[in-house]
């Protein structure tokens, strides 16, 4: 079954370091997201990439980095300049062929990873 | 400033019960309106997406509607089921210049007993 795989579900980090969220999906879509969301407040996007080796700054994207050298993956470096990386991220995947229809098709999620930092 | 409002923010009815969860939003110049299950501690399933141009769209015992010049969508749950406990979030893709801003809401989390 097509889908997207998030890994690891839990992930607990020191302060100060690095640490990498992966995210692939078999679903053949161009477009990758991803979001973090936290308690009391909507989803808000980290980065997106509409197309391979091509990706751009969401809302909240200081304190993140991305690559997305293949069209299935689309990993997230959540960096130690991250003030607050505690949370739970999720990955999503559009199906945008054609300019437009990436906006109206409906989004994928995967799992999700909960990242702790102490 | 373009924003998205769920209300109630928890529902809590007894299984068979038709309910209506509603969606509201700040700007009626949309491009669509999605509408979202999620499981506590899981990712996002999408329900239903219904374009600027449609009313509403169905899907098995789900029912979204959509009146842009209110600002408001409802999802209506027919014979609510203990299945149906999630939260349940409301996303408007609003239409900003030349492009478009995905907004979310902050959910409703529906418990249904048995």
């Known amino acids: 079954d097509g889908g997207i795989t998030q890994s690891p579900k839990y992930l607990f980090r020191k302060e100060g370091q690095n640490v990498t969220l992966s995210c692939e999906q078999n679903?053949?879509?161009?477009?990758m997201y991803w979001y973090r969301q936290d308690p009391g407040q909507g989803l808000r996007l980290i980065y997106y990439s509409q197309i391979v080796n091509d990706f751009q700054k969401g809302d909240i994207a200081e304190g993140y980095s991305v690559s997305r050298e293949k069209k299935e993956s689309f990993p997230l470096t959540v960096t130690s300049a991250q003030k607050n990386p505690t949370a739970f991220y999720l990955c999503a995947s559009t199906d945008s062929r054609g300019r437009a229809s990436s906006y109206n098709s409906p989004l994928h999620f995967g799992n999700g990873t909960r990242l702790t930092v102490t | 400033k373009q924003e998205v409002t769920q209300i109630p923010a928890a529902l809590s009815v007894p299984e068979g019960e038709n309910l209506v969860l509603n969606c509201s939003f700040t700007d009626s110049a949309i491009y669509n309106l999605q509408w979202f299950r999620q499981d506590p501690g899981k990712g996002l399933t999408s329900l239903l997406l219904?374009?600027?141009s449609q009313r509403e769209q169905t899907s098995g015992r789900l029912n979204a509607s959509l009146d842009k010049s209110s600002g408001r969508s409802t999802l209506y749950i027919a014979a609510s089921q203990p299945g149906d406990s999630a939260t349940y979030l409301c996303a408007v893709t609003f239409n900003a210049g030349n492009n478009r801003k995905l907004i979310w809401g902050l959910g409703t989390s529906l418990a249904v007993n048995p």
């Open positions: 219904i374009q600027s």
């Open positions: 679903l053949n879509h161009d477009a």
